[in-house]
Each structure stands twice: as structure tokens, then as C-alpha cells.
T-cell receptor
Framework: QQPVQSPQAVILREGEDAVINCSSSKALYSVHWYRQKHGEAPVFLMILLKGGEQMRHEKISASFNEKKQQSSLYLTASQLSYSGTYFCGTDADDFGNEKLTFGTGTRLTIIP | DTEVTQTPKHLVMGMTNKKSLKCEQHMGHRAMYWYKQKAKKPPELMFVYSYEKLSINESVPSRFSPECPNSSLLNLHLHALQPEDSALYLC?????????????FGPGTRLTVL
């Protein structure tokens, strides 16, 4: 089943912070975050593993709450370059899973 | 080389045409993927190849036919497509199918079926 992201879309001014949430109905082994700019391919940002630490990519960090089967992406002091659609990707909890299921997506627009 | 390349960038075809999409990676990855992405939607998995063998087919219609001639190359053969098949087709690779969450994507082929 597809993970659900919230919000669906958000508009921020440069320098503001944002939080994007990803929820799954299935137990998760790991969560992956991707960003896709308009007209481009998705780009891998980071992976969060069960029992792992909070991860960071530049001024973007993420957390993984295994009990709630949720992950959150935190964008601090947003830059224009952060604009794009963010997707979480999840593996189910069966070890050796082969495929990535993308979430519904969150469109982030940063304005000057 | 950390790049996945795809050709062509754009393709327009009629419903009776036969065409192929090509994907190439030289990162030594042993898993390769085809996705279909409609506007404002997440990518949807179509096929997974692992060590040049088809590992997953997500119930894709037979008018889409994948092929993996070697570990670096992945093709998608198209025949008798429908207008609703118009989409962005993305190829991706990962080190191994067990590391399916960490994928490198190509720029995609934007397909229009008339």
C-alpha cells in the first residue's frame, strides 16, 4: 500500500522552515526520501533505517518513528533550490524486499 | 561514473508503431528498474531486473516488453500502445535488489502516444 504524505503542497518564503510527513499502514524496515524537481528525475536524499539515527543532508534532516510507522522530513532555513516534489519511499518489513513504493508526494514551492 | 542515461529524451509514436527505450548505467549496479510516471503523481514501478533476470513484473500489459541484454543495459520495447500510456518513463538502478530503496534515476523519456 502506498504511504500517505502530508501536506500535499506547501508554499514557503525563503528562510522559513517546513515539515513533511510520511505515514505507512505497514510495518517499515526503512524509509527513503527523494526530491524531484520539475521536469527532472527523482534524486535520492537519504535513508532512515529501523533503530537508526536521525539523518541529515545539508539543512534537511529526517526522523523515523518505527512504532508509529511514520517518517518526517525537516527543511530548515529553506533555500530556493529546495523547491520540488518530495517523495518518501518505503520498504515493507519483510527482509530482502526488492521494491520501493513511493508515497503520494508533497509539492514544495519556495518563493523569494 | 554515477550516471544513468536514457534515450531518447522525447518520443512521439502512433498506436501502431513499434519503438524502444534505452537505459544504460556503468556503476556496476546489478538491479535495474522501469517506472512510469504521470504528471503530478509518484513513479509507479513496472519491472525489476536483478542480475539480468526479470525479478518483478507489476502486472504490466504485454504491449510493454522489457529486455536486459547485459548488466549495463536495459531496454523497454513498445508496441501497439494506447494514448493513456503517454507518460514519463524512468529507468533506475541500484547496487543490488536488496538495496532497492537507494536508486539512481535516469532523466527519463517523455512518451506521447497519438
Amino acid at each position: 500500500q502506498q504511504p500517505v504524505q502530508s501536506p500535499q503542497a506547501v508554499i514557503l518564503r525563503e528562510g522559513e522552515d517546513a515539515v513533511i510527513n510520511c505515514s505507512s499502514s505497514k510495518a517499515l524496515y526503512s524509509v527513503h526520501w527523494y526530491r524531484q524537481k520539475h521536469g527532472e528525475a527523482p534524486v535520492f536524499l537519504m535513508i532512515l533505517l529501523k533503530g537508526g539515527e536521525q539523518m541529515r543532508h545539508e539543512k534537511i534532516s529526517a526522523s523515523f518513528n518505527e512504532k508509529k510507522q511514520q517518517s518526517s522530513l525537516y527543511l530548515t532555513a529553506s533555500q530556493l533550490s529546495y523547491s520540488g516534489t518530495y517523495f518518501c519511499g518505503t520498504d515493507a518489513d519483510d527482509f530482502g524486499n526488492e521494491k520501493l513504493t513511493f508515497g503520494t508526494g508533497t509539492r514544495l514551492t519556495i518563493i523569494p | 561514473d554515477t550516471e544513468v542515461t536514457q534515450t531518447p529524451k522525447h518520443l512521439v509514436m502512433g498506436m501502431t508503431n513499434k519503438k524502444s527505450l534505452k537505459c544504460e548505467q556503468h556503476m556496476g549496479h546489478r538491479a535495474m528498474y522501469w517506472y512510469k510516471q504521470k504528471a503530478k503523481k509518484p513513479p509507479e514501478l513496472m519491472f525489476v531486473y536483478s542480475y539480468e533476470k526479470l525479478s518483478i513484473n507489476e502486472s504490466v500489459p504485454s504491449r510493454f516488453s522489457p529486455e536486459c541484454p547485459n548488466s549495463s543495459l536495459l531496454n523497454l520495447h513498445l508496441h501497439a500502445l494506447q494514448p493513456e500510456d503517454s507518460a514519463l518513463y524512468l529507468c533506475a538502478s541500484s547496487q543490488d535488489k536488496a538495496l532497492a530503496g537507494t536508486q539512481f534515476f535516469g532523466p527519463g523519456t517523455r512518451l506521447t502516444v497519438l
